[in-house]
């Protein structure tokens, strides 16, 4: 089949359903919850008490099927089996979850019980992506309490022929996923200046960087110059598995700054079997290829 014909086949699945009448395999409750924050870390009020409510992430937690499938409380249907068929018989046969996306209409609250309903939203035509070539699906769960809807949860798939392996390019070290919570960091990098997050509010220091303040929750903050001292207050050493670009064994060190917070990085300049929890490093930054440079750290020697 041409690249057309199976596109139109494969929108044909558009609208329909993915799974029917589902229900959550337990109600909303505490205890899932509890340890859900546990997890996470987090101590929000808003998720313990009388009052409480559920996590709004939590959102997919209460309708998936745990190993045991959903069994008798409902589950795929045959559409989305048959497109995963046809995929298949076109030589997708491999699968990647790529994303998700969730819209929180009201509160989940201890005793709710959830029922949904899952369709096939979209299919998308060929696209190559570094995996392979292949076709996103995207599927739309309707989670409900009674006939009130409470949220939605958008699934992205990629089911894809797997590129063949060609002989290994040259290898360069992976590119950081910049995005609009942490790109004033890579901007800070560009500039060799290594920034750290204070909150407006609380003027707690925060990094890696992110949206809010793990204090006190306010979203609105600025930033710090890191004076460039540390110590390592941690490492590990990678033996394996290996990844391209580097080379085992290497450590990976945790440096804690002067100013307190914590980053991942590299000592350079000396072995990896020399690295000591409490050594003093101090910043630097290494320019690894045209588009690349990090933070690193080296011993500060007496
Ligand atoms: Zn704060």
Redesign the pocket.
């Known amino acids: 089949m041409d690249d057309d014909g199976l596109h139109a086949r494969l929108k044909a699945y558009e609208g329909r359903p993915a799974a029917v009448a589902g229900t959550g395999r337990d109600p909303v409750n505490a205890p899932m919850i509890r340890h859900w924050c546990e997890a996470m870390g987090d101590g929000n009020p808003a998720y313990t008490g009388p009052d409480a409510i559920a996590p709004p992430t939590m959102l997919q937690a209460w309708i998936m099927g745990g190993l045991g499938g959903l069994g008798g409380h409902g589950g795929r249907a045959p559409a989305y089996e048959e497109l995963l068929a046809v995929l298949d018989e076109a030589g997708c046969t491999a699968v990647v979850a790529t994303d998700c996306e969730q819209e929180y209409v009201r509160p989940l609250r201890p005793g709710d019980e959830v029922a949904f309903d899952t369709v096939i939203e979209s299919v998308s035509e060929r696209k190559t992506t570094k995996l392979g070539t292949g076709h996103f699906v995207t599927t739309r769960t309707d989670v409900r309490v009674g006939p009130e809807l409470v949220g939605t949860h958008r699934f992205r798939i990629l089911k894809y022929a797997p590129a063949r392996r060609r002989a290994a390019p040259p290898e360069r070290r992976p590119r950081p996923v910049v995005n609009r919570d942490n790109a004033g960091f890579w901007e800070g990098v560009r500039e060799h200046r290594l920034l750290l997050q204070r ?6 220091l925060r990094f890696p960087w992110l949206p809010g ?6 979203p609105e903050w600025d930033t710090v110059e890191a004076s460039g001292e540390g110590t390592v207050f941690s490492y590990v050493v990678l033996h394996h598995p290996p990844f391209p670009a580097f080379e085992p064994p290497y450590a990976v060190v945790l440096v804690e700054l002067a100013e307190g917070v914590r980053i991942v990085s590299d000592v350079v300049g000396m072995p990896y079997d020399k690295v000591r929890i409490g050594m003093p490093v101090r910043l630097e930054f290494r320019r690894y290829d045209d588009e690349l440079t990090l933070p690193v750290f080296r011993e500060v020697t007496a």
Not at 199 to 204: E, I, P, V, Y
Not at 213 to 218: A, K, V
Request: with cysteine; hydrophobic share 25%; net charge neutral.
């Open positions: 909150c407006a509010s609380c003027a707690a303040c793990q204090s006190c929750g306010c």
